[in-house]
Every structure is written in C-alpha cells, then in structure tokens.
C-alpha cells in the first residue's frame, strides 16, 4: 500500500496484470474511487496480448483492498478526527433540544449532522445520534422527518442521508457566529476537509 496527501492505493497482482485501487484522504467507508489495470512489467505477452479478461476482474480481492487501506495511518487520524467531530455535533445538537426543544435551531444542528453521519459513511447514523442526544431512535427519526419537511434536509434519490439545504446553512451561520454558551460545533459534510 502507498500513502501521500491525495489519498491511498493498494496494488494486487493477477496473473500479467497490476491493478491498483485509490481512495482520497479520508476515512475509508467503501470501494475504491479509481482502479487501473496494467500490464506487469515482466508480464508474458501471450497473457496480455488478449487483454483483461473478466477472469482477471472476478479473481481482484476488493474486500481485502478495502481492509488493507482501511489500516493506513491516515486513514486513521482522519476517521478519528470525523468521528470527533460528528460526536460533538451531535451533543451541541442534544444540549440544543434540552434547552430550546425542536427549535429551528435545532432541526438545522441535527440535519447537518445527519447529513455529515451518512456522508462519512456511517453504517447507522440515527442510532449514534439517538445516543448523542439521549433520545430514543425513534424520536431522532420523527425529528430529521420534521427537518425534511421543514426544509432543512433534502433528499438524494437512492442515498441515505441528505442534502443540507441553504435554509440549513444559514441558520448555522448565525448559531456559529453568535457567542454560544452551548458550545456548539458545526460538523462538515466533507469527511475529508477534516484531515490536517
């Protein structure tokens, strides 16, 4: 595996060919974003000559691409950092609730968060919010469907999560540009503009 600032690839060898899979920095959260395959070096021409064969692509090892990229360093430190950063949106978003309830405030912290949960990759984003905010799962959903039809979160067809709307974005300007003794923390959408 090799590691620089733009992001990670692994290497597997299948027979004549060399096929390398990328991720950006970030946290890991599935497949790779690039994959090439190439000729070995001291690949025999009789196996390349035909070119790939779909042999070559059922025989690629992604699952153990996945897990090998998922150890890098980086990877780490980034999906820490994320997570960090997802925990204390979710807590701003439970201290928020507790002392203003379902305010609009509030209904824009939780669907960033949200939004920034799924987009990370968060196998179950309404649970991890439920426990950072002390509420039932059930209530969380009630509140991010109250988010949506407020306008507060938008949907993406086929993708779990959603849209942060510009409705959203300027209801956190103002959290974040007023003196909040919550200690509120806005989470990114990007899991990767989280790496330092």
Same mark, same amino acid.
């Not at 190439?38 to 059922?58: K, N, Y």
């Not at 002392?99 to 196998?123: I, K």
């Not at 919010?129 to 979160?153: F, V």
């Given at each position: ?16 060919? @060399? ?10 959260? %599935?497949?790779?974003?690039? =994959?090439? @395959?190439?000729?070995? /070096?001291?690949? *025999?021409?009789?196996? =390349? @000559?035909?070119? =790939? &064969?779909?042999?070559?692509? +059922? +025989? !690629?090892? !992604? ?15 980034? !999906? ?8 204390? %949106?979710? /807590? ?6 507790? #002392?203003? %309830?379902? &305010? ?33 799962? *059930?209530? =969380? ?7 949506? +039809? ?13 849209? @942060? ?8 300007? #103002?959290? &974040? $540009?007023?003196? #909040?003794?919550?200690?509120? $923390? ?6 990767? #503009?989280?790496?330092?």
């Amino acid at each position: 595996m090799q590691e620089d600032e733009s992001g990670f690839e692994v290497t597997q060898l299948q027979g004549g060919w @060399v096929i390398r899979m990328w991720w950006p920095a970030g946290p890991i959260t %599935g497949g790779p974003q690039r =994959i090439t @395959v190439e000729p070995a /070096e001291d690949a *025999e021409t009789r196996d =390349i @000559v035909r070119g =790939i &064969s779909t042999t070559v692509l +059922r +025989r !690629l090892d !992604l699952s153990a691409a996945v897990n090998l990229a998922k150890t890098a360093p980086k990877a780490q430190e980034t !999906l820490e950092n994320v997570t960090r950063e997802l925990d204390a %949106g979710g /807590e701003a978003a439970g201290r928020l609730l507790a #002392s203003e %309830g379902v &305010s609009d405030r509030y209904l824009a912290l939780l669907a960033a968060t949200y939004a920034a949960m799924a987009e990370s990759g968060a196998p179950a984003p309404v649970p991890w919010l439920a426990r950072l905010i002390d509420r039932r799962p *059930e209530t =969380i959903k009630d509140h991010l469907k109250k988010a949506r +039809r407020d306008g507060y979160l938008g949907t993406v067809a086929g993708k779990a999560g959603g849209d @942060v709307t510009d409705k959203t974005k300027a209801v956190l300007k #103002s959290i &974040s $540009s007023t003196d #909040s003794p919550a200690g509120i $923390s806005m989470p990114t959408t990007d899991p990767a #503009s989280s790496t330092s």
